[in-house]
């Protein structure tokens, strides 16, 4: 048995899943879904982690790691450059669900992207909208009956009577 990094780490997620789906068991169906799709899939592939990593054999050339790059690209200016624009793009989409909310947010954001960062035809950009949209409402708010707090540009608007 080898209880290395990567065993510990494996066996620690296997712990944060089980305890995931051990509380969700209790909760009413709607409110366990998400935890409990998320959670037995977690548990399931973390103990495989867990037992490939604990008991493979130290000189097994096919259980040994592999070395690899994510990009071939040598250009480390063009790497942060779209590294930055992709992180501006994240926070850009939080702050859209704080000041509208996550209904109106999603897709909007999609959108936005589509058409500016994607560049694609309106067409395009707006069927995606459109699959975007009627997935998040489909899914959380008329399957899962998940109420999504307002965002702070609503809030606002009925604190002043407008809405």
Known sequence: M??????????????????VIISAVRWPFRAALFPMV???????????????????EKGDKKAATIDFKLSEME???LEKKRTINICLWIFGFFF?????GFPIAVPLFVFLYMKLHGKEKWGVSLL???????????????FCDIPFMEGWVQQGLKALGIL
Request: glycine residues 10%.
């Open 2 to 19: 080898n209880l290395g990094g990567r065993a510990w780490m494996s066996l620690a997620i296997m712990f944060v899943a089980a305890g």
């Open 38 to 56: 998320a959670g037995v899939p977690l548990f399931i592939l973390s103990t495989l982690q867990f037992l490939k990593s604990a008991f493979y």
């Open 75 to 77: 250009d480390k200016a």
């Open 96 to 100: 859209m669900v704080l000041l509208i």
């Open 128 to 142: 995606m909208t459109f699959v975007a949209w009627g997935s998040f409402y489909g899914l959380f708010v008329k």
